[in-house]
T-cell receptor, first 111, second 114 residues
């Protein structure tokens, strides 16, 4: 089942913060976050796992609330390079095979 | 090196043509995926290969035919496509299918069916 992302779009000025949420009606095992710039492939940002383990490659933080079945991505002191569409992907317990992506959040950072 | 390489980057084909998209990874990953992405939409899973065997087919029309010649290569054979099949086709790979493994995407192949 497709996770629900909010907001659908957000516009920031450079240096401002943003939070993107990803909610599921099913229990979450892992949440995968990606950023996709126009005309490019999705780039991996972070994985959050049930139990609190967190893996990422960039200076972006995220949280995983098992009770609320929700994950939030925190973008602080935004840079122009943060612009793009952010997708969260969720999958069934213990498996990446059927990862389902939310509809995406379009983030625009202006000077 | 976390790289998935796709060729060609752009492909224009007629509805009667036969063409193939190719994908390669050298990360030793044993799960490989094909996703389809339309404009302003999220990627949608088409096929999954696990240890070189087709594991998942998301009810994809038979005009799309996947092939995994070895653990590093993944092909998508295209035949008699429709204009609505025009999209970005993304190949991806992960260490295996266990939850928590990062899925790495290639840069995609832009397909236009005329």
């Amino acid at each position: 089942q497709q996770p629900v992302q909010s907001p659908q779009a957000v516009i920031l000025r450079e240096g401002e913060d943003a939070v993107i949420n990803c909610s599921s009606s099913k229990a979450l095992y892992s949440v995968h976050w990606y950023r996709q710039k126009h005309g490019e492939a999705p780039v991996f940002l972070m994985i959050l796992l049930k139990g609190g383990e967190q893996k990422g490659h960039e200076k972006i933080s995220a949280s995983f609330n098992e009770k609320k079945q929700q994950s939030s991505l925190y973008l602080t002191a935004s840079q122009l390079s943060y612009s793009g569409t952010y997708f969260c992907g969720t999958g069934p317990w213990g498996s990446n095979y059927k990862l389902t992506f939310g509809k995406g959040t379009l983030l625009t950072v202006n000077p | 090196d976390t790289e998935v390489t796709q060729t060609p980057k752009h492909l224009v084909m007629g509805m009667t043509n036969k063409k193939s998209l190719k994908c390669e990874q050298h990360m030793g990953h044993r799960a490989m995926y094909w996703y389809k992405q339309k404009a302003k939409k999220p990627p949608e899973l088409m096929f999954v290969y696990s240890y070189e065997k087709l594991s998942i087919n998301e009810s994809v029309p038979s005009r799309f035919s996947p092939e995994c010649p070895n653990s590093s290569l993944l092909n998508l054979h295209l035949h008699a496509l429709q204009p609505e099949d025009s999209a970005l086709y993304l190949c991806a790979s992960s260490q295996d299918g266990k939850g928590g493994n990062t899925i790495y995407f290639g840069e995609g192949s832009w397909l236009t069916v005329v």
